[in-house]
């Protein structure tokens, strides 16, 4: 795993700022089990979008990106929900993530970078709390050159939508067999009013399979936030 951890080590008593009842930041919970996976929209009802970016396949300059759209469910490009390959805890529907395969440039040995992902924006009642993205994975047809991520972003869109956070962990290699995986991210005030992004990215060229499967997604701030918070207003109260 390859990741950025923030956190925070002094002023601790104040992550109650973080506490679900008071936050910008919702949770989010999703084992896919109640979304229709007939049903073309299911994901974008779900509130997830894409967006692409592609690189020279020889030299890695940016080319150009497209998004953000709602993310499909139709098998062909970055998203669909899968059906038979859970676990006793995955149940019998899954997420799977995969490269824009209705991108061209594939074929011209371009790298497709495909990301999809839930967005939310980061309010000032967030800031001082940790937020845990949690999920399972298994890997798929990922193959030849291809690559796979978890990531959780922060844009400034004050600042161009500069990237000012990217942690992620590295899926590429994981076992194709179910395990469990998380990542979190620490909310200082310089994150409030940007744009906080989790979910799943692949890079690949040349339609090569890129294929990983994810379940039981959640994102939501460390109980210690919510312990915290309760032991805060007691304080409060007693004086």
Same mark, same amino acid.
């Given at each position: ?76 490009? +970055? ?11 995955? &149940?019998?529907?899954?997420? @799977? !993530? /995969?490269? *824009? ?64 956070? +990217? ?11 179910? &395990?469990?995986?998380?990542? @979190? !991210? /620490?909310? *200082? ?51």
């Amino acid at each position: 795993m390859n990741r950025r951890l923030f956190t925070c080590a002094a002023g601790v008593l104040f992550a109650f700022a973080g506490a679900s009842a008071m936050a910008d930041l919702a949770n989010y919970s999703q084992d896919f089990e109640s979304l229709n996976a007939a049903d073309t929209g299911a994901l974008a009802g779900d509130g997830w979008k894409v967006f692409g970016n592609v690189f020279d396949g020889t030299n890695g300059n940016y080319l150009y990106g497209y998004g953000v759209f709602p993310a499909p469910n139709d098998g062909a490009a +970055f998203s669909a929900i899968a059906t038979g390959e859970g676990g006793v805890d995955q &149940g019998a529907q899954q997420l @799977s !993530i /995969f490269s *824009d395969y209705n991108n061209g440039d594939h074929a011209n040995g371009h790298k497709i970078e495909s990301n999809v992902f839930q967005e939310q924006v980061v309010g000032a009642a967030d800031v001082g709390a940790t937020y845990t993205f949690s999920w399972d994975a298994k890997l798929g047809n990922l193959g030849g050159a291809s690559t796979a991520l978890a990531f959780i972003k922060t844009l400034d869109p004050g600042n161009g939508f500069a990237l000012t956070n +990217f942690i992620t962990v590295d899926m590429t290699s994981i076992p194709t067999t179910w &395990g469990s995986y998380n990542s @979190s !991210i /620490f909310i *200082d005030s310089s994150l409030e009013n940007q744009i906080l992004q989790f979910g799943f990215l692949n890079n690949a060229t040349n339609y090569e399979g890129s294929g990983v499967f994810y379940d039981n997604i959640n994102f939501a701030p460390e109980p210690s936030s919510l312990v915290l918070f309760g032991l805060a207003l007691t304080v409060i109260r007693r004086r």
